[in-house]
T-cell receptor, first 113, second 116 residues
Framework: QQQVKQSPQSLIVQKGGISIINCAYE??????FPWYQQFPGKGPALLIAIRPDVSEKKEGRFTISFNKSAKQFSLHIMDSQPGDSATYFC????????????FGTGTSLTVIP | KAGVTQTPRYLIKTRGQQVTLSCSPISGHRSVSWYQQTPGQGLQFLFEYFSETQRNKGNFPGRFSGRQFSNSRSEMNVSTLELGDSALYLC???????????????FGPGTRLTVL
């Protein structure tokens, strides 16, 4: 059973456009929501993370929007660049399980020059 | 500072065999987690070790096992390999300053296991 559902599976965006990836979860005990970026041949790397006590977090061109009541969170990539082409994973965890993370199935992003 | 290293990077085995994968965490990191990555399934948590003890375990059969050594290096073992075990196995290490504190997990490049 997938505890974190991610969409879309793939995304193609023009350079300079906005990329939006969505995730939904069921377990209301989750209290930490990171996003990871993975390039081919590499392991995932932490991009940005949010706690449910805030509705938005921005780091450079990357923004997480969090909707606690809807149990959804999303990643927005502003001014998307070809170098952003990668697979993105959302994840969730809660303090009881410590470093056990539940991952979405991933979104393959392609930014066309 | 060296990153997380995993060996070997690629492995080909046949059904029924067993395999051992190795992970060396970042120096000073005591938590090591293992994930299985397959297309369409994303990353599935296998287990986490902290100070040589298994702290968390995912929903995988007993054929999957692991251990951690006193220097925090970790190994995972898969016995009686099945075709469905073909996947990228990722190791992640974390500084871990205690439960409730989310320290960044650093992933290694993974070991690509192919079962024929």
């Amino acid at each position: 059973q997938q505890q974190v559902k991610q969409s879309p599976q793939s995304l193609i965006v023009q350079k300079g456009g906005i990329s939006i990836i969505n995730c939904a979860y069921e377990n209301t005990a989750f209290d930490y929501f990171p996003w990871y970026q993975q390039f081919p041949g590499k392991g995932p790397a932490l991009l940005i993370a949010i706690r449910p006590d805030v509705s938005e977090k921005k780091e450079g061109r990357f923004t997480i929007s969090f909707n606690k009541s809807a149990k959804q969170f999303s990643l927005h990539i502003m001014d998307s660049q070809p170098g952003d082409s990668a697979t993105y994973f959302c994840a969730a965890s809660y303090w009881v399980t410590g470093n056990q993370f539940y991952f979405g199935t991933g979104t393959s992003l392609t930014v066309i020059p | 500072k060296a990153g997380v290293t995993q060996t070997p990077r690629y492995l080909i085995k046949t059904r029924g065999q067993q395999v051992t994968l190795s992970c060396s965490p970042i120096s000073g990191h005591r938590s090591v987690s293992w994930y299985q990555q397959t297309p369409g399934q994303g990353l599935q948590f296998l287990f986490e070790y902290f100070s040589e003890t298994q702290r968390n375990k995912g929903n995988f059969p007993g054929r999957f096992s692991g251990r951690q050594f006193s220097n925090s290096r970790s190994e995972m073992n898969v016995s009686t390999l099945e075709l469905g075990d073909s996947a990228l196995y990722l190791c992640a290490s974390s500084l871990d300053t205690g439960r409730g504190n989310y320290n960044e997990q650093f992933f290694g490049p993974g070991t690509r296991l192919t079962v024929l």
